[in-house]
């Protein structure tokens, strides 16, 4: 059926991707386009967008778009190759760093990394947040933003809960 | 708000880990991290606020998904190499195959509108979450060697960096984590008691 995917270059492609994808995967996405739907000609635009649209709308990590393209492209085999590929390596090296800095965590430079990314880290939860509420034009949805975040914040509101009513609202057409 | 040490729980075993981060990862629609902080540091107690912080710095610098980054560490610290597994299999198995079930239904159902309002409506709703779990982890800031007004400073300068102008993470990364930690390394109580 894919007899004619170069599965050695699909595989290696996502490996290297995987140590570039500071941030995540869903920075490396401009390079997924101009390989997959590109160069090597496995899915159209469109199949190419739905695949993270799909990705976020289900359940678990935002990752798994990478398995959606790869089983839009090559079926199963697919999805295996490319998640594989680009997972393997920064799972590896996150967990060599995180060991290496856990026996040294009395050491003050490991110290002043934990103390001067937290602010950063708590800023790039803000930046997520941020940047998914603006990237639809409009504002009722702002308002479901900020309530949701005003929720989460004082309240032990379960998560689900919120996540439901801003499917009923959305469905019933209100934002 | 800082989190007793002695008041932390731990897993069970490998198998709690996996159960547990299947159950968070399916509790998880646009963006799992909100729901870690609720479940890791609020409900199990496995992770203090500043822990999972910390966890979370280095799952950010490190190339790959944030959250899969997390769970890996996270396992890793209670079992070793098997509890990383444990927790990264639960994170991805379960909704690996929601996922590509639900690739199959896409197709038929992406048109119809009241679908594409309920992603719209789950889309916002996620972003407040992000916003709600930074302004939580907020409070650990308090007790940070370099003072709540220096903290709120490098946020709010990395928020302009990245939300608005939208530059690249790895730079942003690169210049202000640099600049922030030769800050606190600077702050220190351990050293600033050596200096005096």
């Known amino acids: ?27 490396v996405v401009p390079d997924m386009h101009r390989v997959l739907v590109g160069k090597m000609g496995l899915l159209t635009d469109a199949q190419f ?12 990590p935002n990752i798994l778009f990478v398995a959606v393209m790869g089983y ?16 393997l390596p920064s799972t590896t090296l996150a967990l060599a760093v995180a060991r290496w800095g856990h026996a040294r965590r009395h050491w003050p430079e490991v110290q002043a990394f934990k103390a001067g990314m937290a602010p950063i880290v708590i800023a790039l ?19 479901l933003t900020i309530a949701a975040a005003l929720l989460v914040w004082r ?8 996540i439901g009513i801003g499917a009923a609202v959305g469905a019933l057409g209100l934002v | 708000m800082t989190t007793e040490p002695s008041a932390l729980a731990r897993p069970a075993s490998p198998k709690d880990l996996f159960v547990t981060f ?30 999972f912080i910390e966890l979370l710095a280095v799952a950010q610098v490190m190339p790959g998904p944030n959250i899969c980054n997390l769970a890996l560490m996270t396992g890793d610290r209670f079992f070793g190499w098997r509890g990383a597994f444990a927790a990264l299999a639960g994170m991805m198995a379960v909704p690996l195959v929601i996922v590509l079930m639900l690739t199959a239904l896409y197709t038929q159902f ?8 309920a992603l719209k409506g789950m889309g916002a709703v996620s972003a407040g979450l992000f916003v709600g779990t930074g302004l939580r982890l907020a409070s650990a800031l308090r007790s940070n060697p370099m003072g709540a007004s220096i903290c709120t400073a490098f946020a709010v300068i990395c928020f302009i960096a990245v939300a608005l102008l939208h530059w690249p993470l790895v730079w942003v990364l690169l210049i202000l984590g640099t600049i922030a930690c030769l800050w606190a390394f600077k702050r220190l109580p351990s050293r600033a008691a050596s200096e005096r």
């Open chain 1, 1 to 27: 059926m894919h007899t004619g995917i170069d599965w050695l270059a699909l595989f290696g492609h996502f490996l290297l991707l995987s140590l570039l994808a500071v941030g995540g995967a869903i920075t």
């Open chain 1, 49 to 60: 967008n739905a695949s993270i649209a799909i990705a976020q709308a289900s359940p678990g």
């Open chain 1, 72 to 87: 839009q492209a090559a079926g199963f085999a697919g999805a295996f190759v490319t998640l594989a590929g680009i997972m």
């Open chain 1, 125 to 143: 939860m803000f930046s997520t947040g941020w940047i998914l509420a603006t990237q639809t034009p409009g504002w009722r949805h702002v308002l």
């Open chain 1, 155 to 162: 309240t032990r509101i379960h998560l689900l809960i919120l």
């Open chain 2, 22 to 51: 299947t159950l968070l990862a399916l509790q998880g629609f646009g963006g799992v991290l909100a729901i870690a902080q609720r479940v890791l540091v609020e409900q199990k107690r496995w992770l203090s606020q500043e822990e």
């Open chain 2, 110 to 117: 992406a048109a119809h509108p009241a679908v594409a309002g």
